[in-house]
């Protein structure tokens, strides 16, 4: 179901009003039958593999579950007529058993985001190489097509599953409600990525409808649309023009349309999570915020964690602190502050493991040597970074520079925006190559543009740039607002309720007359195709 | 009970703003030259007056020139036509008409697309301006209700919110009128594109051909004008504009939809005219001064093609046999036809 659509705003209206009609304990049914409603509009066909992951969840977490409680009883009652060795042998034989399923269902899940993700990668891959012994390639005649949101609610209940092995928490007990957390539509196509206790705390507690989450939630989802719509739908089209002809533009017009890259992708995946925030603080339900102001940050590792940071926190708890401590890393970090000194025992664990991470991060993103590149030039910069900690404390102390100061934050803030662009466009133009097509040309090609028309040929009319002009400033302005305070907290403070009503007017015409015609240029999310 | 009252009152609040913000917005469109509420306010000026109508698509819009038919025929006529006149549009703005005037004849302009055009392919834009067309605030909304579907009501509220973010651009720079100075009774002169044709006949003969799927919600509405003009007893006549040469070679099915209208004309009793097919055409209509593109006659055009329309009327009146004026089928026609520019 396409979200920027009547349907879609008919859905959640019906959807708001069944659901505080219905008595409380019912309430999770009515989000249960709407994500799998969402969900099948999308194709019945693709509600199999939803299905698949929570059936198999639920099984596998189950089982974990009773292998925990059966070997909990069998110490208990053991104890005292067990010696240490027999019971340390019970929980190692137990403990296979539930590795063994644990395995069994990353496998099958993770099996299947990888069929449908990276086969015909796979594929392409071997067929170059068997292509340069003279065998003849691999037909790669399968049509696979991506089911809705596989990326995200993958990891999501891989991360529950892993959670329950952990002994985190016990595995839930209600099938209903493991299916709810898989399919929870709000977040099924671009996420968040939640925690399953943190998800589960706010969806099976009752919810009463209050006017200030009511209000609160629309306008933040109106904030969402005007993001998506107006800022990020038109600047689609400019930069899906520098990327198509980059290499006919200026330097300066390819690095123009490199920063709207960065504005556009911030506006709609930050959009698409103010809209979908917005409808459960409707609904009373409140989802982990992805976004913190990264274009504030000051350096590559904050930014990832200010930036989809759901997704930081997923691969930081699954897959950096389990590399980091595994037990051949942490001789690898004897070895290294042996041989290394103190601080290299320290740093060559972690940046073993970011390697994986971060490497993963990018296959994550996409199938294409592009986005593992993409990936593995953030994990240089923050390896780097941890690296030369110490070395750059000494410089600054040196040169006298003042952390604190506001000239020092400004410098770093650009810096770490600059820095991010260019890589963040690396894997968006097409192959690798067109990336490092795209910095050459704004490094090697020094032509001025004279006119307007020179300086930004992708612009037929001035009014949508104008608005996205506007739009990026608002966007700068509330950023800077919600450091100290949340904007709807700042707008109820300094207006009144009639000039709110009226700048919400205003807005919603705004959407529509600058966001409609964009619409068909971007009208699908950017994160949707992960 | 009270935050579900304070939801719904500021729902109400917002929708009461939003209004009236649009509304101030669209109303420099809605009162200004826009040429289809424009012609609405003079069909209700002539209202009472008008005994003849031209009714149809952009073909009959740019075809029949209401002076020449008033002058030839000695009536006061109406051209309702406009671009992708839908068949309920026509049907709507005749039933609306016929019941405030004292019709005796209209003509019904049909063309190879009359039934074919699949409304829920081809958008609102005809329907965006038989809102424009019709008059009165219930006709309109009534017919928004019926023509436009619920997918279509963002594109447009965006539309109209357009339209008037370019008024409200006129006024600032003074270039706003609430006179469109190109209304003649409905009729509206066409702009001349050479390129369009510009064609060798010979390399494009018979290469295309037009869709002919019907639309059954097109016979419907056309059995239903048939119904209306016989009930009202106004004569209906049935015509296809005159197409430029380029396309009369092009397209291979011309046929299939003439004798698809012969057939409505011979069981309803009625008068079908196909004006591609007048003996005369190429010497009168040529492609190099009648047509301003393949399918849309040009001023100079419309005047020699409304007299001879004029011509066949009167000679019929008077009791001729006008068939010998036109070839009996495309086939005729072309074998008579040079493919020489």
Redesign the interface.
């Known amino acids: 179901m396409d979200l920027l659509t009547l349907g879609f705003l008919l859905f959640c209206i019906v959807l708001v009003i069944v659901y505080y009609l219905v008595p409380k304990a019912m309430q999770w049914w009515i989000l249960l039958a709407a994500s799998l409603y969402f969900y099948a509009m999308s194709g019945i066909k693709n509600m199999i593999y939803v299905l698949i992951t929570a059936l198999s969840t639920y099984a596998a977490t189950r089982m974990i579950q009773s292998l925990t409680d059966r070997q909990k009883e069998w110490i208990k009652a053991n104890k005292k007529t067990t010696s240490k060795e027999e019971r340390a042998a019970y929980k190692a034989h137990i403990q296979a058993k539930r590795r063994a399923i644990l395995v069994a269902a990353l496998l099958l899940n993770f099996g299947i985001l990888c069929t449908f993700k990276y086969l015909h990668f796979l594929i392409a891959q071997v067929n170059t190489v068997i292509s340069s012994f003279g065998a003849s390639p691999i037909n790669d005649t399968l049509k696979l097509i991506i089911p809705l949101g596989i990326s995200f609610y993958t990891f999501q209940t891989m991360g529950y599953l892993v959670d329950v092995y952990w002994n985190k928490y016990p595995a839930e007990k209600n099938f209903g409600r493991v299916l709810l957390f898989v399919s929870f539509f709000p977040q099924m196509t671009q996420g968040p990525i939640s925690n399953y206790k943190d998800l589960t705390t706010e969806l099976f507690k009752e919810h009463t409808f209050t006017y200030h989450h009511f209000s609160w939630g629309a306008q933040r989802m109106f904030w969402g649309f005007f993001k998506k719509m107006v800022v990020a739908n038109v600047l689609s089209a400019y930069v899906q023009d520098v990327f198509a002809n980059y290499a006919s533009y200026s330097g300066i017009t390819t690095l123009i349309g490199a920063f709207m890259y960065s504005v556009q992708i911030y506006a709609d995946f930050s959009g698409y999570m103010d809209m979908m925030c917005g409808f459960c603080e409707v609904l009373d339900i409140r989802l982990t915020e992805n976004f913190e102001r990264p274009y504030f940050s000051k350096s590559i590792a904050e930014y990832w964690r200010r930036w989809h940071s759901s997704l930081g926190a997923w691969f930081k708890t699954y897959i950096y602190y389990p590399m980091a401590m595994v037990k051949w890393n942490q001789k690898l970090g004897r070895w290294a502050k042996q041989k290394l000194g103190k601080t290299f025992g320290q740093t060559v664990p972690a940046s073993v493991a970011l390697v994986v991470v971060w490497l993963t991060t990018g296959l994550w993103h996409g199938a294409s040597w592009a986005y593992i590149a993409w990936g593995g030039v953030n994990g240089i910069f923050i390896i780097v970074s941890l690296w030369m900690e110490t070395v750059y404390a000494s410089w600054k102390q040196k040169l006298g520079i003042n952390e604190a100061s506001w000239g020092w934050r400004a410098f770093q803030t650009i810096r770490t925006f600059i820095l991010v662009t260019f890589i963040k466009v690396l894997p968006e133009v097409g192959t690798l190559s067109d990336g490092f097509g795209l910095w050459k040309q704004i490094f090697t090609n020094h032509t001025i543009p004279r006119s307007f028309h020179a300086l930004l040929p992708f612009v037929d009319k001035k009014m949508p740039l104008l608005a996205v002009m506007i739009g990026t400033i608002l966007i700068f302005v509330t950023s800077l607002i919600q450091r100290r305070q949340p904007i709807r907290q700042w707008l109820e403070d300094h207006t009144n309720y009639a000039v709110r009503v009226l700048i919400f007017a205003v807005l919603f015409i705004v959407i529509v007359y600058f966001g409609y015609p964009a619409s068909g240029n971007g009208g699908g999310f950017m994160y949707e195709q992960f | 009970m009270?935050?579900?009252k304070?939801?719904i009152r500021?729902c109400i609040?917002?929708l009461i703003?939003?209004t009236i913000?649009?509304a101030a917005?669209m109303s420099a469109f809605f009162i200004g030259e826009n040429y289809y509420y424009q012609d609405s306010r003079e069909r209700a000026e002539l209202s009472g007056t008008l005994d003849f109508f031209v009714c149809g698509a952009s073909h009959a819009m740019r075809g029949f020139r209401p002076d020449i038919l008033d002058q030839e025929l000695g009536v006061n006529s109406y051209n309702l036509s406009c671009s992708r006149q839908t068949m309920q549009g026509r049907y709507e703005l005749l039933n609306l008409e016929l019941n405030r005037n004292p019709a005796k004849t209209v003509v019904l302009e049909l063309s190879y697309d009359s039934m074919t055009r699949n409304r829920d392919e081809e958008g609102p834009e005809g329907d965006i301006y038989m809102l424009g067309k019709l008059g009165g605030f219930m006709p309109r909304i009534k017919y928004f209700f019926s023509a436009i579907r619920?997918?279509e009501?963002?594109?447009m509220?965006?539309n109209y919110?357009?339209n008037g973010?370019n008024c409200i651009k006129k006024i600032i720079h003074g270039t706003w009128t609430n006179k469109n100075t190109k209304l003649e009774k409905g009729y509206a002169a066409y702009k001349r594109d050479d390129d369009e044709l510009n064609q060798d006949l010979k390399k494009i003969y018979h290469t295309r051909s037009f869709e002919e799927t019907v639309y059954e919600p097109n016979v419907e509405y056309l059995n239903k004008i048939i119904a209306l003009c016989k009930e009202k007893n106004v004569q209906l006549i049935l015509v296809t504009t005159p197409l430029s040469k380029v396309t009369v070679c092009r397209y291979d099915n011309l046929d299939t939809f003439k004798e698809w209208y012969e057939n409505v004309a011979n069981e309803n009793g009625l008068q079908y005219y196909d004006f591609n097919l007048i003996r005369d055409k190429e010497e009168k209509l040529p492609d190099s001064s009648a047509f301003s593109d393949k399918f849309h006659l040009g001023n100079k055009g419309a005047g020699t093609f409304t007299k001879m329309f004029t011509d066949v009327l009167n000679k019929e009146a008077a009791g001729e046999d006008t068939s010998a004026l036109f070839y009996g089928s495309y086939s005729e026609l072309e074998s008579h036809m040079t493919l020489d520019k």
């Open positions: 009270n935050n579900f304070s939801a500021t609040i917002f703003v939003l913000l649009s917005i619920p997918k009501y963002g594109r509220y965006y919110i357009d973010v």
